[in-house]
Nanobody
Framework: QVQLVESGGGSVQAGGSLRLSCAAS????????MGWFRQGPGKEREFVAA????????NYADSVKGRFNISRDNAKNTVYLQMSSLKPEDTAVYSC????????????????WGQGTQVTVSS
């Protein structure tokens, strides 16, 4: 059974940092792009970042460029999201995802989806 388990969320003041982790189990995802989405209170789910299967290509939402960094460790079947200079508008449930393909595009379908971890940024 495939599971994606996120961790590292919490509460932080504006300007602070958090590092999210997403550990996959049940199968290996080194051949697939992985990424992060978020859904804030009263908002629709939005794309945050993605990384290609072997880590050579990354994609970011404009709202997080320069502040967030996505990485992965295929040996650990884990993807990370380092978040810095956090803002109150970053408050959301962050979920990791596996995409059906080696690279992410806006048309890439989701393959697997995690339950999410809460990130709360106070001003």
């Amino acid at each position: 059974q495939v599971q994606l388990v996120e961790s590292g969320g919490g509460s932080v003041q504006a300007g602070g940092s958090l590092r999210l982790s997403c550990a996959a189990s049940g199968r290996t995802f080194s051949a697939y792009a992985m990424g992060w989405f978020r859904q804030g209170p009263g908002k629709e789910r939005e794309f945050v970042a993605a990384i290609s299967s072997y880590g050579g290509t990354t994609n970011y939402a404009d709202s997080v460029k320069g502040r967030f960094n996505i990485s992965r460790d295929n040996a650990k079947n884990t993807v990370y999201l380092q978040m810095s200079s956090l803002k109150p508008e970053d408050t959301a449930v962050y979920s990791c995802a596996v995409f059906r393909g080696q690279f992410y595009t806006t048309y890439t379908q989701l393959y697997y989806w995690g339950q999410g971890t809460q990130v709360t940024v106070s001003s």
